[in-house]
């Protein structure tokens, strides 16, 4: 079965350098989310979109950015990158935003900042 | 607001040893879902178990069950005769009805030993 797609898995970049990562969710999955996980800690929400539209909003910096486009596919932007912002970020997608919905996660993006 | 709490940080076990890890939540809402989701070294977040607030029923699915009683705020996982491809950081999570993200716990990072 497909699952979320994520890209890419691995991304170095410089401080103040910008950044893009990209999510395919699971075909038909409407919804879709960003975690943002640091070494050693739990996942932490970023943002959520559901038909296209931001439907949650957690601890994103304002240097961060995304969107879900019209193939329900979501992009993060990241500007002014600072050391702090490496980590895992994941992806996740699922049908409906109707509350207690199964998140199925991508394997993540790693982003390392030098 | 949310809140869970994973006291275990680390369990280290022998091959074919059950395995219980506890979790522990707060919230407002009388309403919301538990989750346990398994992040293996690989990286990616797998789902393995939902309960609702409403089904306190027990059950057990292959190797893990799980013991939620509303009364202490508790949702245990554990996971029978462990196997070395149980080795992995465990997270519960928890998402009210007030506020639909997703909320990790720390996690527990499980080392199942030959």
């Known amino acids: 079965a497909a699952g979320v797609i994520q890209s890419p898995r691995h991304l170095i970049k410089e401080k103040r350098e910008t950044a893009t990562l990209k999510c395919y969710p699971i075909?038909?999955?409407?919804?879709v989310y960003w975690y943002q996980q640091g070494p050693g800690q739990d996942p932490q929400f970023l943002i959520s979109?559901?038909?296209?539209?931001?439907?949650d909003k957690g601890s994103i910096p304002d240097r961060f950015s995304a969107q879900q486009f019209s193939d329900y596919h979501s992009e993060l932007n990241m500007s002014s990158l600072e050391l702090g912002d490496s980590a895992l970020y994941f992806c996740a997608s699922s049908l409906g935003s109707v509350w207690g919905r199964k998140l199925f996660f991508g394997s993540g993006t790693q982003l390392s900042v030098l | 607001a949310q809140k869970v709490t994973q006291a275990q940080t680390e369990i280290s076990v022998v091959e074919k040893e059950d395995v219980t890890l506890d979790c522990v939540y707060e919230?407002?809402?009388?309403?919301?879902?538990l989750f346990w989701y398994k992040q293996p070294p690989s990286g990616e977040l797998v789902f393995l178990i939902r309960r609702n607030s409403f089904d306190e029923q027990n059950e057990i699915s292959g190797r893990y069950s799980w013991n939620f009683q509303k009364s202490t705020s508790s949702f245990n996982f554990t996971i029978t005769a462990s196997q070395v491809v149980d080795s992995a950081v465990y997270f519960c999570a928890l998402s009210g009805r007030s506020d639909y993200k997703l909320s990790f716990g720390a996690g527990t990072t499980v080392t199942v030993r030959a």
């Open positions: 979109f559901y038909e296209k539209m931001q439907s």
């Open positions: 075909p038909r999955h409407d919804t």
């Open positions: 919230t407002r809402d009388t309403t919301y879902y």
